[in-house]
């Protein structure tokens, strides 16, 4: 059946086993970047398997917004005609970057390296999130932002083209924050340089060396890394081809490895190795997860992954280190949790309280309706596994998804699985990086459908092995 992506409440029916092969979108940090370097370079990029997703064309409306042309050639398939570094025009309007926190971080970096004045905002849920992050080391920059408290959205940039080049020492390791100082020195003369607590995903850099621009890179002794470009170099056009999404693909290795049965084979994967931790601690759990490498894509490790669903995931301890590895996959590790054997602690996710929403206090709040038994610290998640068999996750709740893309398809992942169905009580929030997420799933047997709707023909205690 046809599931439209918008319905406000879905329900996952208890769900026989998965089956199949499929490509997920396009990964959605690789997709902004996709369009943002190649605004920036002298000439016509191509790119394709670009992210459907509304926060990727949030940032594609934004350079529209900025005087960047962007030819829509099909789907996924953009032709953007660059303006080169520091070309980007001062927008008519307010740019609304919709739920895409790292759309508002990387245009702080682009907005304030160039001489005009732009305001940014969002929705209920971007509006929350912090800013400072990236303002205050812009501001020391010399560009200049007017905020809400905690300088929140709606944010106006003072652009400069004459910000002051220097090195950064981040507080939290930051992808966005990292990315949006790199990009800000690309029109700073000089050598702007980030120094990141930890090594975070490093898209930005592979697709800056992609189009000719050295980017140095070097550890540190106490684990840092230190990454930074000189300024007022050119970018030259590129071809690029995106990648699938790994943390789309989480919900599927997710279903596959608690469905007992199941046989889930994901093509065209971003393989980049910080943003495989899922798969590590699903290796640790137990699961059965095969990774097949294939070409590089977009600069990117990239290949095929299959889950198979075995009915036994044990509890395990995610260590603190792995967090950078797998920071947006943790509401569905916690999914997998539940169905493991024994207690599963999670440590080291602070961030995860200033997510699209505050994930930890979500994560616990579902699970615990759901009946798994579960403690949120302050940066801490600890799941008491309930196993897969006759006395795994009770399930029957509806779930608040809180305009988080990443707690609504959890929790209907956990319905495939539970004794009984699971609601979420709005899915609209899937389409910001899943369109097609429903439909995906229930492609592989799934029963994901609105309220009052049996989809599918499987029955609990089917061909899962479940008991009835
Ligand atoms: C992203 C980095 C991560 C991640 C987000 C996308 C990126 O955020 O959670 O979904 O594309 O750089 P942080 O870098 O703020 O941890």
Same mark, same amino acid.
């Given at each position: 059946?046809?599931?439209?992506?918008?319905?406000?409440?879905?329900?996952?029916?208890?769900?026989?086993?998965?089956?199949?092969?499929?490509?997920?979108?396009?990964?959605?940090?690789?997709?902004?970047?996709?369009?943002?370097?190649?605004?920036?370079?002298?000439?016509?990029?191509?790119?394709?398997?670009?992210?459907?997703?509304?926060?990727?064309?949030?940032?594609?409306?934004?350079?529209?917004?900025?005087?960047?042309?962007?030819?829509?050639?099909?789907?996924?398939?953009?032709?953007?005609?660059?303006?080169?570094?520091?070309?980007?025009?001062?927008?008519?309007?307010?740019?609304? $970057?919709?739920?895409?926190?790292?759309?508002?971080? $990387?245009?702080? #970096?682009?907005?304030?390296?160039?001489?005009?004045?732009?305001?940014?905002?969002?929705?209920?849920?971007?509006?929350?999130?912090?800013?400072?992050?990236?303002?205050?080391?812009?501001?020391?920059?010399?560009?200049?932002?007017?905020?809400?408290?905690?300088?929140?959205?709606?944010?106006?940039?003072?652009?400069?083209?004459?910000?002051?080049?220097?090195?950064?020492? $981040?507080?939290?390791?930051?992808?966005?924050?990292?990315?949006?100082?790199?990009?800000?020195?690309?029109?700073?003369? #000089?050598?702007?340089?980030?120094?990141?607590?930890?090594?975070?995903? &490093?898209?930005?850099?592979?697709?800056?060396?992609?189009?000719?621009?050295?980017?140095?890179?070097?550890?540190?002794?106490?684990?840092?890394?230190?990454?930074?470009?000189?300024?007022?170099? /050119?970018?030259?056009?590129?071809?690029?081809?995106?990648?699938?999404?790994?943390?789309?693909?989480?919900?599927?290795?997710? /279903?596959?490895?608690?469905?007992?049965?199941?046989?889930?084979?994901?093509? %065209?994967?971003?393989?980049?190795?910080?943003?495989?931790?899922?798969?590590?601690?699903?290796?640790?759990?137990?699961?059965?997860?095969?990774?097949?490498?294939?070409?590089?894509?977009?600069?990117?490790?990239?290949?095929?992954?299959?889950?198979? =669903?075995? =009915?036994?995931?044990?509890?395990?301890?995610?260590?603190?280190?792995?967090?950078?590895?797998?920071? &947006?996959?943790?509401?569905?590790?916690?999914?997998?949790?539940?169905?493991?054997?024994?207690?599963?602690?999670?440590?080291?996710?602070?961030?995860?309280?200033?997510?699209?929403?505050?994930?930890?206090?979500?994560?616990?709040? #579902?699970?615990?309706?759901?009946?798994?038994?579960?403690?949120?610290?302050?940066?801490?998640?600890?799941?008491?596994?309930?196993?897969?068999?006759?006395?795994?996750?009770?399930? =029957?709740?509806?779930?608040?998804?809180?305009?988080?893309?990443?707690?609504?398809?959890?929790? $209907?992942?956990?319905?495939?699985?539970?004794?009984?169905?699971?609601?979420?009580?709005?899915?609209?929030?899937?389409?910001?990086?899943?369109?097609?997420?429903?439909?995906?799933?229930?492609?592989?047997?799934?029963?994901?459908?609105?309220?009052?709707?049996?989809?599918?023909?499987?029955?609990?205690? %089917?061909?899962?092995?479940?008991?009835?």
């Amino acid at each position: 059946m046809t599931v439209p992506d918008h319905p406000c409440v879905l329900v996952s029916h208890p769900a026989g086993p998965l089956s199949g092969t499929v490509r997920v979108p396009g990964d959605k940090s690789i997709s902004h970047r996709a369009l943002m370097l190649p605004a920036l370079a002298v000439g016509a990029s191509t790119v394709t398997g670009l992210s459907a997703g509304e926060d990727v064309a949030r940032t594609e409306a934004a350079l529209t917004a900025l005087g960047v042309e962007i030819e829509r050639l099909g789907d996924g398939r953009r032709r953007i005609h660059g303006v080169g570094v520091g070309g980007l025009a001062e927008p008519e309007d307010v740019l609304d $970057l919709g739920n895409s926190g790292t759309s508002a971080r $990387l245009f702080a #970096g682009l907005l304030a390296s160039h001489p005009f004045v732009s305001v940014m905002t969002g929705d209920a849920s971007l509006r929350r999130r912090p800013m400072a992050r990236v303002t205050e080391p812009l501001a020391a920059m010399g560009a200049r932002f007017e905020g809400r408290a905690g300088g929140r959205l709606p944010l106006a940039v003072i652009g400069s083209d004459r910000l002051v080049a220097g090195a950064h020492r $981040l507080a939290v390791a930051s992808a966005q924050v990292k990315s949006a100082l790199l990009l800000a020195g690309l029109n700073t003369a #000089g050598e702007t340089a980030v120094i990141e607590p930890a090594a975070t995903r &490093d898209h930005t850099e592979r697709m800056l060396r992609l189009m000719g621009l050295p980017v140095a890179e070097e550890a540190l002794a106490d684990g840092a890394v230190r990454v930074s470009v000189a300024g007022h170099g /050119a970018l030259s056009p590129v071809d690029i081809a995106v990648p699938g999404d790994p943390s789309a693909a989480a919900f599927l290795m997710v /279903a596959a490895a608690i469905v007992p049965g199941s046989r889930v084979t994901i093509a %065209d994967l971003c393989l980049n190795p910080g943003r495989t931790g899922l798969i590590d601690t699903l290796w640790q759990m137990g699961a059965d997860v095969t990774v097949t490498p294939g070409a590089d894509q977009a600069g990117d490790a990239a290949g095929t992954v299959t889950v198979a =669903g075995t =009915g036994s995931l044990r509890g395990v301890d995610v260590p603190a280190e792995r967090a950078v590895r797998m920071i &947006d996959e943790y509401p569905i590790l916690a999914v997998a949790a539940a169905f493991a054997e024994g207690e599963t602690r999670m440590t080291g996710l602070a961030e995860l309280r200033v997510k699209e929403s505050d994930r930890l206090a979500a994560m616990a709040d #579902g699970l615990t309706a759901c009946g798994v038994p579960v403690t949120a610290g302050p940066d801490s998640l600890t799941v008491g596994g309930l196993g897969s068999g006759a006395g795994r996750p009770a399930g =029957g709740a509806t779930v608040a998804s809180h305009l988080d893309h990443r707690i609504a398809m959890s929790f $209907l992942v956990m319905g495939m699985a539970a004794r009984a169905p699971v609601a979420v009580d709005d899915a609209a929030p899937i389409a910001t990086s899943f369109p097609g997420f429903a439909a995906l799933m229930n492609g592989l047997g799934a029963r994901l459908g609105p309220p009052g709707s049996s989809p599918g023909d499987a029955s609990p205690g %089917d061909a899962a092995g479940h008991p009835a």
